[in-house]
């Protein structure tokens, strides 16, 4: 089946600086990705959708400025969690959609 | 705005039978899904059931669906210690291309030998 790979799995950061997530669809163009923010013992919650060529449309409560998505092409996705705090600890999850929604294994970020 | 609930926790024997439920709000939904997560990973899907179907079965799963009722439930036969995980139901809506998926809130499964 299609893989979505997300990179990193997981990475420390330091309060103030920002890190970039990477989704890619390995063997199919996507031209619309999903991220979601998952809390522990939580439900995913979907932060916005990415469009290729296009800007991201976020849902309601999640900070455009601080959670910058770019698709730059149809197998691309980067999310950057700009100037992370303690708070943006959690576990992020791309997906991207053939036939069937496919996900990323994640990335856990942990703001130190 | 979807709501989409499950009961957070559920436990059976090795053996045993699971049923995993999950209710949803939405009338307009179309597509179900189950999905399972295991401890650090991302989501796998299970199966899924198109909202005009009552009954779907793929090997040990059956899923049923209650339009009426909006409900859908996973039964998962012959329960083994490595289908411990979190489950998730999901629903998509036709207005969305199928493409945004609502997830409930997850229903943590242990089988214990």
């Known amino acids: 089946g299609a893989v979505v790979s997300q990179h990193p799995s997981w990475v420390i950061c330091k309060s103030g600086t920002s890190v970039k997530i990477e989704c890619r669809s390995l063997?199919?163009?996507?031209?619309?990705m999903f991220w979601y923010r998952q809390f522990p013992k939580q439900s995913l919650m979907l932060m916005a959708t990415?469009?290729?060529?296009?800007?991201?449309?976020?849902e309601q409560g999640v900070e455009k400025d601080k959670f910058l998505i770019n698709h730059a092409s149809l197998t691309l996705s980067t999310l950057t969690v700009t100037s992370a705090h303690p708070e943006d600890s959690s576990f992020y999850i791309c997906?991207?959609?053939?036939?069937?929604?496919?996900f990323g294994q994640g990335t856990r970020l942990t703001v130190v | 705005g979807e709501d989409v609930e499950q009961s957070l926790f559920l436990s059976v024997r090795e053996g045993d039978s699971s049923v995993i439920n999950c209710t949803y709000t939405?009338?307009?939904?179309?597509?179900l899904y189950w999905y399972k997560q295991e401890p650090g990973a991302g989501l796998q899907l299970l199966t899924y059931?198109?909202?005009?179907?009552d009954m779907k079965q793929d090997q040990r799963l059956t899923v049923l669906l209650n339009k009426k009722d909006k409900h859908l439930s996973l039964r998962i036969a012959d329960t083994q210690t490595g289908d411990s995980a979190i489950y998730f139901c999901?629903?998509?809506?036709?207005?969305?291309?199928?493409?945004?998926?609502?997830f409930g809130t997850g229903t943590r499964l242990l089988v214990s030998p």
């Open positions: 990415s469009n290729e060529g296009s800007k991201a449309t976020y």
């Open positions: 939405d009338s307009s939904s179309t597509y």
């Open positions: 997906s991207a959609t053939r036939t069937e929604a496919f």
């Open positions: 999901a629903e998509t809506e036709l207005n969305t291309g199928f493409q945004k998926l609502v």
């Open positions: 059931i198109f909202s005009n179907m």
């Open positions: 063997d199919f163009q996507a031209t619309t």
